[in-house]
């Protein structure tokens, strides 16, 4: 029996050149059909930051279908949305200090829970589709009105602005006042 060394040498040195490029394809987040996204801006003299990933509709019922009302939603795909500020802010009427907190929102038909977590950097949800969060380290929850539209907005969208920050997706809209 003949064996093919230089056949299979090749082959070991082409599959190691191709490893590195395998593995930052496997890292580029933008290529994710839920890619992040950043809303940024100043309320005050506090600069607000929110890293999320942003899902698609898709021709999906969101809130009430896909995403159960009652039911705790890291507010964004992949990994838990992140929400940082370098002052003290006053959200709602109650103070949240400066720092990185991981965002987590459980829609209502008439009303949303929103929770500013401690924990920070995991993935948004659990291995049996629950949101990965511990509510032990909640740090600040609050409780805010949604909004209809009538207008699709297809892309989870945030935003900071000068008086507080939302976000909206599908024909929702969720406005948190801050100070």
Do not use: C, H
């Amino acid at each position: 029996m003949k064996k093919n060394y230089p056949a299979k040498m090749l082959a070991i040195i082409l599959m190691t050149m191709m490893l590195p490029a395998l593995l930052k394809a496997q890292t580029d987040k933008s290529k994710r059909p839920s890619p992040p996204a950043t809303a940024t801006g100043k309320i005050g003299d506090a600069t607000v930051t929110i890293d999320y990933s942003s899902p698609s509709v898709k021709g999906r019922k969101i809130f009430g279908g896909l995403l159960p009302y009652d039911k705790l939603w890291r507010a964004g795909a992949n990994e838990a949305t992140m929400f940082e500020t370098d002052k003290d802010i006053v959200v709602e009427g109650k103070k949240l200090p400066a720092g990185k907190y991981s965002f987590f929102a459980t829609p209502g038909e008439k009303e949303w829970k929103i929770f500013f977590n401690s924990e920070t950097g995991q993935w948004g949800d659990k291995k049996d589709g629950s949101a990965n969060m511990d509510p032990a380290k909640t740090v600040l929850e609050i409780t805010v009105k949604p909004k209809k539209t009538s207008e699709l907005n297809e892309k989870l969208e945030y935003a900071v602005m000068k008086n507080g920050f939302g976000f909206r997706w599908e024909y929702t809209d969720v406005f948190v006042s801050v100070k």
